[in-house]
């Protein structure tokens, strides 16, 4: 019932800039935590950023913090991540989630990003 449409992929240059947005729908969004992840193959899924429910202030992984910034539109229903000075391992799917309890746990279907030379 909760459908998440991922977009803004695509190829860059490694140091290049990469806009991803999330469009959720059926779900009353204020009341979700929405999070990015992301997977490379033969890896595991890996925790991104997340803005938690009732809040604006974002939460990052070390691996992405000081490079990548996660905004949240409430009345769009929609999340970003905009990812600057990109390096080739950020290359990955990533999976935008609407997360209330285990039961109410949505995963979108994912947006290809590759840094490359």
């Known amino acids: 019932q909760v459908q998440l449409v991922e977009s803004g992929g695509g190829s860059v240059q490694p140091g290049g800039s990469l806009r991803l947005s999330c469009v959720a729908s059926r779900l009353t969004f204020r009341t979700y935590d929405m999070s990015w992840w992301r997977q490379a193959p033969g890896k595991e899924r890996e925790f991104v950023a997340e803005?938690?429910?009732?809040?604006?202030?974002?939460a990052y992984s070390d691996s992405v913090r000081e490079r990548f910034i996660m905004t949240r539109d409430n009345d769009q229903n929609t999340v970003y991540l905009q990812m600057s000075s990109l390096k080739p391992e950020d290359t990955a799917v990533y999976y935008c989630?609407?997360?209330?309890?285990?039961?109410?746990?949505?995963w979108g279907r994912g947006t290809q990003v590759t840094v490359s030379s």
């Open positions: 989630r609407a997360f209330l309890t285990a039961q109410y746990n949505t």
């Open positions: 803005i938690a429910r009732g809040s604006t202030a974002a």
